[in-house]
């Protein structure tokens, strides 16, 4: 990492930190959901609500930093990307939970619950490299693996688009669940923009 001589915003870094556990709560409201019945999925559904507020919050925060900062840890454009890409997860997982209880869906088709579990895996990778910010160190591994889990949740999305094709579905209702697993594989593509925010960062920063 490249020796600097002025000082530098760094509550940057807590920021993040806070908005990527804020998508660890999001995606553990995701697996409660799989094993709620559908009277229990409006009281989800608002505290997911309540999570994706909490994120635009954060989100709002960063850019209002960024605004009144004459220095930044690392380029504004990368700071204004890796915020946008943090709530664009936010925004896909609270959407699909809306579009469960909303479309009043009975039952998930099989495949959603390794999608969730991919989103869940990244969600605690992202938590987890937000801190290594400050230094740059130990993200390699990271972005990685998330590149790695957006892979596996192609395959998944895949599996669960021909599944849900296959005639067992009527019309209707295969709309309504190509919607939420559509969602739920642009959640695992923004984990993965978050990632390649990242790299960047670190590229730029060695």
């Given at each position: 990492?490249?020796f600097?001589?002025?000082?530098?915003?760094?509550?940057?870094?807590?920021?993040?930190?806070?908005?990527a556990?804020?998508?660890?709560?999001?995606?553990?409201l995701?697996?409660?959901?799989?094993?709620?019945?559908?009277?229990?999925?409006?009281?989800?559904?608002e505290r997911?609500?309540?999570?994706?507020?909490?994120?635009?919050?954060?989100?709002?925060?960063?850019?209002?930093?960024?605004?009144?900062?004459f220095?930044t840890?690392f380029?504004?454009?990368?700071?204004y990307?890796?915020?946008?890409?943090?709530?664009?997860?936010?925004?896909?997982?609270?959407?699909?939970?809306d579009?469960?209880?909303?479309?009043?869906?009975?039952?998930l088709?099989?495949?959603?619950?390794?999608?969730?579990?991919?989103?869940?895996?990244?969600?605690?990778l992202?938590?987890?490299?937000?801190?290594?910010?400050r230094?740059?160190?130990?993200?390699?591994?990271?972005?990685?693996?998330?590149n790695?889990?957006?892979?596996q949740?192609?395959?998944?999305h895949?599996?669960?688009?021909?599944?849900?094709?296959n005639?067992?579905y009527?019309?209707?209702?295969?709309?309504?669940l190509?919607?939420?697993?559509d969602?739920l594989?642009?959640?695992?593509?923004?984990?993965?923009h978050?990632?390649?925010?990242?790299e960047?960062?670190?590229?730029?920063?060695?």
């Amino acid at each position: 990492m490249r020796f600097r001589l002025t000082p530098r915003e760094t509550s940057f870094y807590d920021m993040f930190a806070a908005s990527a556990d804020n998508i660890v709560t999001g995606s553990k409201l995701l697996m409660e959901l799989l094993g709620a019945d559908s009277s229990a999925r409006a009281e989800i559904a608002e505290r997911m609500r309540a999570a994706e507020h909490a994120g635009d919050d954060a989100t709002h925060a960063i850019f209002h930093q960024l605004n009144s900062s004459f220095i930044t840890p690392f380029d504004r454009e990368d700071i204004y990307n890796l915020a946008s890409c943090l709530d664009d997860i936010m925004d896909f997982m609270e959407e699909a939970v809306d579009l469960v209880v909303l479309y009043q869906v009975e039952e998930l088709p099989k495949g959603v619950e390794q999608q969730i579990e991919v989103l869940s895996r990244a969600a605690e990778l992202t938590a987890e490299a937000m801190p290594n910010l400050r230094t740059m160190d130990n993200l390699t591994e990271y972005w990685i693996e998330v590149n790695r889990l957006e892979n596996q949740a192609d395959q998944i999305h895949r599996k669960l688009l021909a599944h849900l094709f296959n005639g067992k579905y009527d019309a209707m209702e295969v709309l309504k669940l190509k919607q939420i697993v559509d969602v739920l594989e642009e959640a695992a593509d923004a984990f993965e923009h978050v990632a390649n925010t990242v790299e960047t960062i670190a590229v730029k920063e060695s």
